[in-house]
């Protein structure tokens, strides 16, 4: 244990970690108080003590991809597809601005049915609304992500799960781990901030595998991390797996703040779908940022990445409302700005 606190003060202090050091502190689970700690006074130090809210607008779950872990995978046919049409897209975003969000995050499964066309379109009209924008849309051409961002795109969250090439391979197949790479390089490339981010638990992935994802987000300096358990989904091949382990997930959390102190770190609903309040745990464990979902009606139901998702039948007025209130309950505040990351060129 001795071991794991100088390691977390090292963390603390340098930022940087060799990998076996990250290795050891994720699977130290002694040590996960004192990590959420230091990560905790690093997220203050850095990004402060405000939270930012970014509104979720789910438009469609059609998805060309067929992910092993994912329930809008391609050959699942018992999943309810749906599409958003633009004018129900862009009025969700309209309704998230009257609820004060300053950001609405566009996610779907890969569905080319939304073509450069259609997006700038609704990115355009978004735009217009005086909202930032976050794509959620998958893997791209480089001139389609050159024409969302031309069209206003402020952002994109394209996690790679897992940067072990095997436990990819074995996990997306007719995927490639290097197109992965080169589409987040091009993205960073084009001037979007981009997020990333590790699936933790799947079959075969070790400390020294997330190890490796967080010292490759190191590298491509990521804007935005986005990490969560597998949930099992009956409808897909991983229907029978153990879920990923609440516990390490938010070692990983810590982790990523401690090492990468500038970054915008979510409160991901996976964590609160496995346990009680799990937001609030992981908002006192580095993370600054809750994505409240604005989709409306039974699309929240339809969107079904995986099984017993929270606040599904809650309104999108109750998830502002509700978030606001158990945010100001931790002794934080709702953001006012934009969100967008704030670098610093100084030490905690």
């Known amino acids: 244990?001795?071991?794991?606190?100088?390691?977390?003060?090292?963390?603390?202090?340098?930022?940087?970690?060799?990998?076996?050091?990250?290795?050891?502190?994720?699977?130290?689970?002694?040590?996960?108080?004192?990590?959420?700690?230091?990560?905790?006074?690093?997220?203050?130090?850095y990004v402060g003590d405000d939270v930012h809210l970014r509104g979720l607008i789910e438009f469609s779950n059609v998805c060309r991809r067929d992910c092993s872990y994912c329930g809008l995978r391609r050959d699942n046919t018992r999943i309810d597809r749906?599409?958003?049409?633009?004018?129900?897209?862009?009025?969700?975003?309209?309704?998230?601005?009257?609820?004060?969000?300053?950001?609405?995050?566009?996610?779907?499964?890969?569905?080319?049915?939304?073509?450069?066309?259609?997006?700038?379109?609704?990115?355009?009209?978004?735009?217009?609304?005086?909202?930032?924008?976050t794509l959620s849309i998958g893997e791209r051409s480089y001139e389609e992500y050159q024409a969302f961002?031309?069209?206003?795109?402020?952002?994109?969250?394209?996690?790679i799960e897992t940067t072990d090439p095997a436990l990819y391979a074995a996990f997306n197949p007719g995927m490639q781990l290097a197109d992965r790479i080169r589409c987040?390089?091009?993205?960073?490339?084009?001037?979007y901030?981009?997020?990333?981010?590790t699936l933790v638990g799947l079959p075969g992935q070790t400390m020294e595998m997330i190890a490796r994802d967080i010292l490759?987000?190191?590298a491509i300096d990521a804007d935005m991390l986005g990490v969560g358990p597998l949930i099992p989904n009956a409808d897909t091949p991983l229907g029978e797996a153990e879920p990923g382990d609440w516990h390490l997930t938010r070692r990983l959390v810590s982790l990523l703040r401690l090492l990468l102190p500038e970054a915008n770190i979510p409160a991901?609903?996976?964590?609160?779908?496995?346990?009680?309040?799990?937001?609030?745990?992981?908002?006192?464990?580095?993370?600054?940022?809750?994505?409240?979902?604005?989709?409306?009606?039974?699309?929240?139901?339809?969107?079904?990445?995986?099984?017993?998702?929270?606040?599904?039948?809650?309104?999108?007025?109750?998830?502002?409302?509700?978030?606001?209130?158990?945010?100001?309950?931790?002794?934080?505040?709702?953001?006012?700005?934009?969100?967008?990351?704030?670098?610093?060129?100084?030490?905690?």
């Not at 930022?15 to 002694?30: F, K, N, P, T, Y």
């Not at 998230?96 to 073509?115: C, H, I, N, P, W």
């Not at 901030?193 to 981010?197: H, R």
Request: some cysteine; overall charge neutral; proline content about 2%.
């Open 1 to 45: 244990m001795a071991v794991s606190v100088d390691l977390i003060a090292k963390a603390e202090q340098t930022h940087r970690l060799e990998l076996a050091e990250i290795a050891g502190l994720l699977g130290e689970a002694d040590c996960e108080q004192q990590l959420a700690a230091a990560a905790d006074r690093v997220r203050s130090a």
């Open 82 to 133: 749906y599409r958003l049409s633009e004018d129900d897209i862009v009025e969700l975003a309209r309704k998230a601005k009257g609820y004060g969000y300053r950001t609405v995050v566009l996610q779907s499964g890969e569905d080319l049915y939304f073509s450069i066309d259609r997006l700038c379109r609704i990115i355009r009209r978004i735009k217009a609304l005086g909202m930032v924008i």
């Open 149 to 159: 961002r031309e069209a206003g795109a402020d952002r994109y969250l394209l996690r």
């Open 184 to 191: 987040t390089e091009e993205l960073k490339t084009l001037g």
């Open 193 to 197: 901030e981009v997020g990333t981010g």
């Open 216 to 218: 490759w987000y190191q």
């Open 268 to 348: 991901t609903t996976a964590m609160e779908t496995m346990m009680p309040h799990g937001r609030e745990i992981i908002l006192n464990s580095g993370a600054n940022v809750v994505m409240p979902n604005v989709t409306e009606g039974d699309y929240r139901r339809k969107y079904a990445l995986y099984p017993g998702k929270i606040c599904v039948a809650d309104t999108p007025a109750d998830c502002r409302a509700c978030m606001s209130g158990r945010i100001k309950v931790l002794g934080r505040f709702v953001a006012q700005d934009e969100g967008f990351r704030r670098h610093q060129d100084r030490e905690v």
